[in-house]
């Protein structure tokens, strides 16, 4: 009885990491998904500005380089996102303890070797 309880909470501890890892991916993707939506109104406010001739006036160019400047910094932040999701979803199960690590490497719980 003892073997299957042991069994049985380290399934449950497995499931819950599990979860606790796509919980954290989806909220990794929700935000992509806002600072993709940012960076395209940010887009538009460049192209509006070029449009509608604001680099003709006195102040226009320096208002579209701050656009361009925030542009850049949310375009950064968007790859750290993106690669931060990358590294989250190359994470795997460890077959010996269940715990979650990098394929291709040694499990921080067990130390037995991902693949």
Do not use: H, P, W
């Amino acid at each position: 009885m003892s073997e299957f309880k042991d069994m049985f909470n380290g399934a449950v501890d497995s499931i819950c990491r599990k979860t606790g890892e796509a919980a954290k991916i989806t909220k990794i993707s929700l935000e992509i998904e806002a600072q993709k939506c940012r960076l395209s109104k940010i887009y538009q406010r460049i192209g509006e500005a070029v449009v509608s001739g604001a680099l003709a006036s006195g102040d226009g160019e320096e208002v579209v380089f701050k656009y361009i400047d925030e542009a850049k910094t949310e375009k950064q932040r968007l790859c750290e996102l993106i690669e931060k999701k990358k590294e989250l979803c190359s994470k795997t199960a460890c077959k010996n303890c269940g715990a979650s690590a990098k394929s291709g490497t040694y499990c921080g719980n067990c130390g037995e070797f991902v693949r």
